[in-house]
């Protein structure tokens, strides 16, 4: 069998997205290095990964979507479901770009590299959400991992960034080695890479049942440690807390929504058949208990931090678990009950996108050169002294709790009606969500508490809030569409229900 | 199976393994180093025995011919002599840690017990076989695979390459002196700034609290 990568123009459309991100990230390298000034850097990242972005969303509704050059459909999966995974990917990580324009340049860390980092990462974090082969699973998860892990220790000279980066990398790259071996035993159980194989291999029972469960433990655990699922969660704090605001930003939104595309392509594709999507014998009671203590976690560590940052984390390890109860909700036969939670964690992934966004980017708008917002302290006061740079940061903390009517509401909403319409079995993990979404409660408010209602102690140094043109265009535009999803969802949950009918 | 190649099969795995023990286990870094190298070669080793003729003679040759040397280099150039790292693990860590391994060795060999093994070491290529067994894994052949039928992972890996690069020089590279000596000015002027400003946001905040909070 030859394949070929020759086809007509039209059937290169489907890709377009891809390869633009991935020039984009070649043009940056070259404007960087023929260029002075780094200011127009994030401009064009930006722009790149919005037009990338928005092509991927008019593919989403099917529109021009024709068949990929037979050479590419082996590896990479290019319908209106990897389209809608590149929409929300590149709004990611265009959205932290642009935060990164403003929070380098304040901070006087701007190079040139850090764009290039982004936009790359992006690219494999696409590559990861359409990958249809265990081989190119493999490499998006590198490419995605080695930027994230350099944007990480990017701050030079800064212990914490070093300690996080360092980190981050040995126990990635350790999980990493978990999923290859894992990838190594599912080929030997079947004698396939490609997921199609592996899912009609599994569902003849021509498989080596050992092996494959093992394989299938190992692959899964590699890649929830990417969401950072309870017990792989270890390092997130530290990450998130030593990287620069705009890398943790992308590491959240960015990482997490690639690493669940991928985690629900190998299941529906691979792992779908009765006995290995069993409640008793196969992934789901792993990943169920997975759930339940990542979501009791998540919120109650959050819950006693000091550090708004490493709040932040905590309560996106919290998100992770809501989102795998979606995940989990796969189990279930009925196709209606699979569709409704597959589009569920879709619309929660894009509204968790842009809210993460929101509080991120406020806590960068917040501090400036002289004084960083970091802890709850820092924030006392900020509130009154300056309203419109603290209103962005109410709504996305009211969007990241799961307030109406925001898009964080809605996702929540959507994941945890498709859990109860799959039946009883998954009742306590609703039950475990919704209480421990009231503790989640507790520290968002907190800081709605001290934006507003206390007072900063007499004679500390006070965060002044940054002026940057950057980051009031990411707040403006985050906001607005937390906002939109939250107010006319339909158009949103329509796309991420088209997509989720046919898998590509 | 020929005896011969389930001997070397045998002696190439056993090679593979204590290296492997030996690489993570030793304290100097030089014999690390040298313990690789022997796991290395003991990897393209078991390659031959599949008649993976390429892939054995690249392992040597990029992996033991340039990836260790630069590894030797590097240790050359920090010093073999390092200092004994102190220990900083207690002995209940330490047998944790021996236990999950044992556990998960234990896991690893009841998941693979009901394996048979008939394709450890193939042996020659039989008359009736044809062309395609004589050429298998030989340049041709493995062209044929990297750039034909894989030719999207191949390019993929381009990336791949590229954020490697620009990842180690984002986190190696700190500003150079021209560029930290023009943002010093600028950020003085901009620290002095923020201070005044820090100062009447303070007098703000000491004002509002004084008139009851709501301000």
């Known amino acids: 069998m030859t394949a070929s990568l020759t086809g007509s123009m039209a059937s290169w459309v489907p890709l377009m997205p891809l390869l633009l991100v991935a020039i984009g990230g070649f043009a940056l390298l070259v404007v960087d290095?023929?260029?002075?000034?780094?200011?127009?850097?994030?401009?064009?990242?930006?722009?790149?990964?919005?037009?990338?972005?928005?092509?991927?969303?008019?593919?989403?509704?099917?529109?021009?979507?024709?068949?990929?050059?037979?050479?590419?459909?082996?590896?990479?999966?290019?319908?209106?479901?990897?389209?809608?995974?590149?929409?929300?990917?590149?709004?990611?990580?265009?959205?932290?770009?642009?935060?990164?324009?403003?929070?380098?340049?304040?901070?006087?860390?701007?190079?040139?590299?850090?764009?290039?980092?982004?936009?790359?990462?992006?690219?494999?974090?696409?590559?990861?959400?359409?990958?249809?082969?265990?081989?190119?699973?493999?490499?998006?998860?590198?490419?995605?991992?080695?930027?994230?892990?350099?944007m990480v220790a990017y701050r030079r000279g800064s212990p914490r960034a070093a300690e996080g980066g360092l980190k981050y990398f040995l126990l990635g790259s350790f999980a990493a080695a978990v999923l290859l071996f894992g990838s190594a035993l599912i080929y030997g159980a079947t004698g396939h890479t490609d997921l199609a194989g592996i899912g009609q291999s599994v569902r003849d029972g021509h498989a080596n049942l050992r092996l494959l469960i093992l394989g299938m433990l190992m692959l899964l655990s590699g890649l929830t440690f990417k969401v950072s699922a309870v017990p792989f969660h270890m390092w997130t704090p530290d990450a998130y807390e030593g990287a620069v605001t705009p890398a943790t930003t992308f590491m959240s939104v960015v990482v997490k929504t690639a690493a669940f595309a991928v985690l629900l392509r190998v299941i529906l594709t691979c792992f779908s058949d009765e006995l290995s999507a069993s409640l008793r014998t196969g992934w789901p009671g792993m990943l169920a208990p997975m759930a339940a203590a990542t979501m009791i976690l998540g919120n109650f560590a959050a819950a006693r931090q000091a550090n708004v940052k490493r709040m932040l984390a905590y309560s996106s390890i919290a998100h992770a678990g809501y989102i795998l109860v979606g995940v989990v909700t796969l189990y279930s036969g009925d196709e209606q009950v699979r569709q409704t939670a597959v589009s569920g964690v879709m619309f929660y992934l894009l509204a968790y996108t842009v809210s993460n966004v929101l509080a991120f980017g406020s806590l960068i708008a917040l501090g400036s050169y002289a004084k960083e917002a970091v802890s709850y302290e820092d924030l006392a006061g900020a509130g009154r002294r300056h309203p419109l740079a603290a209103l962005p940061f109410v709504l996305g903390v009211l969007s990241l709790m799961g307030f109406p009517p925001t898009a964080g509401f809605l996702g929540k909403w959507y994941v945890f009606s498709a859990a109860i319409a799959s039946g009883n079995d998954l009742l306590w993990l609703v039950i475990v969500g919704v209480l421990s979404s009231v503790v989640g409660a507790y520290y968002y408010l907190r800081?709605?508490?001290?934006?507003?209602?206390?007072?900063?102690?007499?004679?500390?140094?006070?965060?002044?809030?940054?002026?940057?043109?950057?980051?009031?265009?990411?707040?403006v535009l985050s906001g607005y569409f937390v906002l939109k999803m939250g107010v006319t969802p339909a158009p949103y949950i329509d796309l991420a229900l088209s997509a989720a009918s046919k898998l590509g | 199976m020929t005896a011969g190649g389930e001997a070397l099969f045998a002696f190439c795995a056993l090679v593979a393994v204590l290296s492997a023990l030996g690489t993570v286990i030793v304290h100097s870094p030089i014999r690390a180093a040298m313990s690789l190298l022997a796991h290395i070669i003991a990897l393209s080793g078991?390659?031959?025995?599949?008649?993976?003729?390429?892939?054995?003679?690249?392992?040597?040759?990029?992996?033991?011919?340039?990836?260790?040397?630069?590894?030797?280099?590097?240790?050359?150039?920090?010093?073999?002599?390092?200092?004994?790292?102190?220990?900083?693990?207690?002995?209940?860590?330490?047998?944790?840690?021996?236990?999950?391994?044992?556990?998960?060795?234990?896991?690893?060999?009841?998941?693979?017990?009901?394996?048979?093994?008939?394709?450890?070491?193939?042996?020659?290529?039989?008359?009736?076989?044809?062309?395609?067994?004589?050429?298998?894994?030989?340049?041709?052949?493995?062209?044929?695979?990297?750039?034909?039928?894989?030719?999207?992972?191949?390019?993929?890996?381009?990336?791949?390459?590229?954020?490697?690069?620009?990842?180690?020089?984002?986190?190696?590279?700190?500003?150079?002196?021209?560029?930290?000596?023009?943002?010093?000015?600028?950020?003085?002027?901009?620290?002095?700034?923020?201070?005044?400003?820090?100062?009447?946001e303070q007098a703000m905040a000491a004002e509002v609290s004084a008139h009851g909070g709501h301000g």
């Open chain 2, 46 to 200: 078991l390659f031959l025995l599949l008649h993976a003729q390429l892939l054995a003679a690249l392992q040597m040759l990029v992996y033991a011919g340039a990836v260790v040397v630069l590894f030797v280099f590097v240790i050359m150039m920090i010093g073999p002599s390092v200092p004994e790292p102190p220990v900083l693990r207690g002995m209940v860590t330490k047998t944790a840690a021996i236990a999950i391994m044992v556990v998960l060795t234990a896991i690893l060999a009841f998941s693979l017990m009901p394996v048979h093994m008939p394709d450890i070491a193939l042996g020659p290529c039989l008359p009736g076989e044809g062309a395609e067994c004589d050429q298998f894994g030989g340049v041709g052949a493995f062209s044929q695979s990297l750039f034909l039928d894989g030719l999207v992972p191949f390019e993929l890996i381009s990336v791949l390459l590229t954020v490697a690069i620009v990842g180690a020089i984002a986190v190696a590279r700190g500003r150079s002196r021209e560029e930290v000596a023009a943002s010093q000015h600028k950020r003085d002027a901009q620290a002095k700034a923020a201070a005044e400003q820090g100062a009447r």
């Open chain 1, 33 to 150: 290095a023929l260029s002075d000034e780094h200011a127009e850097l994030a401009t064009l990242s930006s722009v790149v990964l919005f037009c990338a972005g928005a092509l991927a969303a008019v593919l989403a509704t099917g529109k021009g979507l024709v068949p990929p050059p037979s050479g590419v459909a082996p590896y990479l999966a290019v319908g209106q479901m990897s389209q809608f995974w590149n929409a929300t990917i590149c709004c990611g990580a265009g959205l932290s770009a642009l935060l990164a324009g403003g929070y380098l340049h304040e901070h006087a860390l701007e190079r040139g590299e850090f764009y290039a980092l982004i936009v790359f990462s992006a690219f494999g974090a696409m590559v990861l959400a359409a990958a249809t082969d265990l081989l190119s699973i493999f490499i998006g998860l590198e490419t995605m991992s080695l930027g994230v892990y350099s």
């Open chain 1, 447 to 475: 800081v709605i508490v001290y934006l507003f209602m206390k007072s900063p102690e007499p004679g500390a140094a006070i965060a002044v809030p940054m002026r940057s043109g950057y980051v009031v265009l990411a707040l």
